[in-house]
């Protein structure tokens, strides 16, 4: 790729926003705002805002392999207390994509080197799930369906978590999960029942 277009499209860009709103970037540059944290995969085929239609300011984004949410990831870790205790966000959603490289990636038996310890993540998702996954036949549906527990498990991490069990608490935060279906470009609500979830691990996890 010849990156010079990336900054033809970008002077592009801001005459297309311009064109509409001749303030677009003064108002921009005032502060953020946003009502959701979006915790994706890094695929360069899944881009947040364009897949849920929104705009700049309206949704914090955090990206990595897998959409994972690991409690020792001080990353992850500052971009969730920072969205929820200090940009008040109402609802954190974890969205995982079908035919995920790195959930496919922990289903091989196969070092990986420094991609070891984070798959090993995933990997426990598939062991708390064998049993369900091992008798789905069609391994493109195992494959997927391991997507969907794996963000439902991170789902489940993000409830462990002090700040998000606090703004429940004060503001009534919701936890999502989603996932993005690669081929039809459709998002699905997996319906997590963000409350029954909360009140299943409480008497360890309650952080008040």
Request: proline share 2%; charged share 25%; aromatic share 8%.
């Amino acid at each position: 790729m010849n990156l010079d277009k990336v900054f033809t499209n970008n002077e592009a860009w801001i005459a297309s926003r311009l064109k509409k709103d001749p303030d677009y970037f003064e108002n921009l540059a005032r502060g953020q705002e946003p009502e959701i944290l979006y915790i994706g995969c890094s695929d360069s085929r899944v881009a947040a805002e364009e897949l849920m239609g929104l705009q700049p300011g309206e949704v914090f984004v955090h990206r990595n392999i897998a959409n994972m949410v690991v409690s020792i990831d001080l990353n992850m870790m500052s971009v969730v207390n920072y969205a929820v205790s200090i940009l008040k966000v109402n609802h954190v959603i974890v969205c995982g994509h079908y035919f995920c490289g790195g959930v496919k990636a922990a289903m091989q038996a196969k070092d990986l080197g420094i991609l070891n310890p984070w798959l090993r993540n995933i990997r426990d998702v598939y062991r708390h799930h064998k049993y369900e996954l091992n008798s789905i036949s069609d391994e493109s549906e195992r494959y997927n369906r391991l997507v969907e527990l794996n963000v439902q498990e991170q789902c489940m991490n993000l409830i462990k978590t002090a700040a998000v069990q606090k703004a429940f608490r004060e503001r009534g935060l919701k936890v999502h999960g989603w996932v993005f279906d690669i081929q039809t470009g459709k998002l699905i609500d997996l319906n997590i029942d963000f409350e029954s979830m909360l009140a299943e691990i409480i008497e360890i996890y309650n952080l008040e």
